[in-house]
T-cell receptor
């Protein structure tokens, strides 16, 4: 899973600031997924993107959160006006195609957001 | 009722023991079942993947799915201290395959 690159690995933000998390998928992968892992909770799906398209955002909070995967560059998960409850590990995953079930979805090492 | 239930443990076993990790799920429409291993402060790593009911073996790991009882298991034979990690079960319908539904994870410690 080292092929999915996430940065920053650790990010500290004060309440009310913005957090931007970046994800570069594995080479040859065009599908990106974002997950959130809250303390003592399992991984929760947030959003599924292809280049320039949001395919499934059923897990995204309705406010303050947005995601994009532009034609060029990494996917970005943006959290505006962060609150303490946003403190979590955010994982990006990628796959080469939407039919890649389970066995072809690779996770990155995660970005740990701490809101103080 | 949560879609995937998993006992968080912690589970502590001596080196060499057989480990049994289990999950139950609520929706009979789930078709694909995965087990991930996650070391502390690391990303999940896929261990096993199965489709529908049955067993699948890979080295010391065996994954088992019983769709009639909505029960999935992971067995680890000859457990090693390096197996100490959190084990996550996951499932999906098969439509939007990246929308995996995870259990909370079971923390395993294998003592030398």
């Amino acid at each position: 899973n080292a092929g999915v690159m996430q940065n920053p690995r650790h990010l500290v933000r004060r309440r009310g600031q913005e957090a931007r998390l970046r994800c570069s998928p594995m080479k040859g992968h065009s599908h990106v997924y974002w997950y959130r892992q809250l303390p003592e909770e399992g991984l929760k799906f947030m959003v599924y993107l292809q280049k320039e398209n949001i395919i499934d955002e059923s897990g995204m909070p309705k406010e303050r959160f947005s995601a994009e995967f532009p034609k060029e560059g990494p996917s970005i998960l943006r959290i505006q006006q962060v609150v303490r409850g946003d403190s979590a590990a955010y994982f990006c995953a990628s796959s080469p195609r939407s039919q890649g079930v389970g066995n072809t979805i690779y996770f990155g090492e995660g970005s740990w957001l701490t809101v103080v | 009722q949560k879609e995937v239930e998993q006992d968080p443990g912690p589970l502590s076993v001596p080196e060499g023991a057989i480990v049994s990790l289990n999950c139950t799920y609520s929706n009979s429409a789930f078709q694909y079942f995965m087990w991930y291993r996650q070391y502390s402060r690391k990303g999940p790593e896929l261990l096993m993947y199965t489709y529908s009911s049955g067993n699948k073996e890979d080295g010391r790991f065996t994954a088992q799915v019983d769709k009639s009882s909505k029960y999935i298991s992971l067995f680890i034979r000859d457990s090693q201290p390096s197996d100490s990690a959190t084990y996550l079960c996951a499932t999906t319908y098969g439509g939007s395959q990246g929308n995996l539904i995870f259990g909370k994870g079971t923390k395993l410690s294998v003592k030398p």
